[in-house]
């Protein structure tokens, strides 16, 4: 099951990968993590060869969540803390990240999928930062899976860019401060125009969220699993996803309100 084409409807795959059709969720942000220690354990002198693998299993993943019909699947690919790696690794990821646009394009148009990104972008190479915008623009028309990379992104520092922003707004008299509410932080967030993630993912056994998506999970179901990133496909997709229709989601709310709704 590479490709949505592969069956008629999205609850054609669902049911095929043994999945409750009718409650799949529609965000899942994704930590992928284990990338070196894969390499390391495969026996290679860098690291970087394990991120190059770590491509092939975001493909994988991209087109099975097509195929599940999922509305945003968002990667933690790049954080504000890994530019204090070693400069041979940041560059082999900068390096990877232009070669992987240009190669995945057909993938994504293929698929129906369109690429955005949240975090500081400005910060990256600038043959990077082109090569970002250019598959964005040539994806924009596509009306499935929303595909968010964060790069250069970091949750504390999206926060504090929104508060400032709020800040500016009461400087210029255009906001009191008891009218400051959720959505005005909401609005000011790289994600303002997504809804907040269902599940989230982490490869490799590590169990944080590693200043991600801090605001916006305050109520996503976590999943974390020992797999290491390149070995994640689409069934371990599957797997997190069929824990996630186990989950029951109170929202704050008790199994008997719940149940009467």
Same mark, same amino acid.
């Given at each position: ?58 493909? !994988?993943? =991209?087109?099975?969540?097509? &195929? +599940?019909? %999922?509305?945003?699947?968002?990667? $933690?690919?790049?954080?504000? *803390? ?54 964005? !623009?040539? =994806?924009?028309?596509?009306? &499935? +899976?929303? %595909?968010?990379?964060?790069?250069? $992104?970091?949750?504390?520092? *999206? ?103």
């Amino acid at each position: 099951m590479n490709a949505v084409k592969d069956f008629k409807t999205h609850q054609e795959y669902r049911i095929a990968a043994g999945l409750d059709p009718d409650n799949v969720p529609n965000h899942i942000a994704v930590i992928m993590d284990g990338n070196g220690r894969w390499a390391r354990q495969q026996g290679f002198r860098t690291r970087v060869r394990g991120h190059e693998v770590g491509v092939e299993a975001l493909r !994988n993943v =991209t087109t099975a969540s097509a &195929g +599940l019909g %999922l509305g945003y699947l968002t990667v $933690y690919a790049f954080s504000t *803390e890994n530019w204090n790696r070693p400069k041979a690794e940041v560059d082999g990821l900068m390096n990877i990240l232009m070669t992987s646009l240009e190669k995945e394009l057909p993938t994504l148009m293929n698929n129906n999928v369109r690429l955005e990104s949240i975090g500081n972008v400005d910060e990256l190479p600038r043959k990077a930062k082109e090569k970002l915008i250019s598959v964005k !623009n040539l =994806t924009s028309g596509n009306s &499935g +899976l929303t %595909l968010t990379l964060a790069l250069s $992104y970091g949750s504390r520092n *999206e926060m504090v860019q929104s508060v400032r922003r709020i800040a500016e707004e009461v400087k210029a008299g255009r906001l009191n401060p008891e009218d400051i509410e959720e959505e005005h932080i909401e609005r000011g967030l790289f994600t303002a125009n997504m809804p907040e993630p269902d599940l989230l993912i982490r490869t490799s056994g590590e169990q944080r969220v590693s200043n991600y998506l801090l605001w916006q999970m305050a109520y996503t179901e976590f999943y974390f699993t020992p797999v290491l990133w390149p070995d994640f496909g689409a069934s371990e997709l599957y797997d997190a996803i069929a824990v996630f229709q186990k989950r029951e989601r109170r929202f704050g709310l008790t199994s008997e309100q719940i149940t009467a709704k």
